[in-house]
């Protein structure tokens, strides 16, 4: 059983549209972090959310962490070819040190 | 860039050998964790250095280990390489202090034929 779900898991759309990608969860978190990932590199933090129902923007980025802290949403407003990449959700695992990662979702944005 | 450095970039082994690969992690940062990936599937947890000892390890066989420098820099050792042990292995450094979040390198991609 995983963890994290990630939908959608593959999504293609045309540069301008808007898209939502979601993370959910049946456990609650005290934090959770975007991170996206591209071909041939390691993934790069985007943000962390920490309260429930809390929304950071940046730039076209929306993300939100879900009022009982178990799921999250990320948003992209007119979407561009540089948002390609491999989104994924990632939570600390309860008294570890350790992450746990979302299957993610991969986008692809074309001209 | 996140001041996460890792060497090889790229790597191929055949199946039975060992590999090692290598970590210099975040200035400031005293805590390295190794992560594999498959293709298509998001990062998998290995195990974690703190202060030069293992601090929590993955459903990963004995055959991965991995060592801390006392300057933090981390390797990752995989003996008796499998056909399955083909990925990209990442390292990610943090802090105590500030362990929600964990700044990755850019990845080894090893391939074992």
């Known amino acids: 059983t995983q963890l994290l779900e990630q939908s959608p898991q593959f999504l293609s759309i045309q540069e301008g549209e808007n898209l939502t990608v979601y993370c959910n969860s049946s456990?609650?978190?005290?934090?959770l972090q975007w991170y996206r990932q591209e071909p041939g590199e390691g993934p790069v933090l985007l943000v962390t959310?920490?309260?429930?129902?809390e929304v950071k923007k940046l730039k076209r980025l929306t993300f939100q962490f879900g009022d009982a802290r178990k799921d999250s949403s990320l948003h992209i407003t007119a979407a561009q070819p540089g948002d390609t990449g491999l989104y994924l959700c990632?939570?600390?695992?309860?008294?570890?040190?350790?992450?746990?990662f979302g299957t993610g979702t991969r986008l692809k944005v074309l001209a | 860039e996140t001041g996460v450095t890792q060497s090889p970039t790229h790597l191929i082994k055949t199946r039975g050998q060992q590999v090692t690969l290598r970590c210099s992690s975040q200035?400031?940062?005293?805590?390295v964790s190794w992560y594999q990936q498959a293709l298509g599937q998001g990062p998998q947890f290995i195990f974690q250095?703190?202060?030069?000892?293992?601090?929590g390890r993955g459903n990963f066989p004995p055959r991965f280990s991995g060592l801390q420098f006392p300057n933090y820099s981390s390797e990752l050792n995989v003996n008796a390489l499998e056909l399955d042990d083909s990925a990209l292995y990442l390292c990610a450094s943090s802090s105590r202090q500030s362990y929600t979040e964990a700044f990755f390198g850019q990845g080894t991609r090893l391939t074992v034929v």
């Open positions: 990632a939570v600390p695992s309860s008294g570890t040190y350790k992450y746990i």
């Open positions: 250095y703190y202060r030069e000892e293992e601090n």
């Open positions: 959310v920490v309260t429930g129902g």
């Open positions: 456990s609650v978190f005290s934090s």
């Open positions: 200035s400031g940062h005293n805590t």
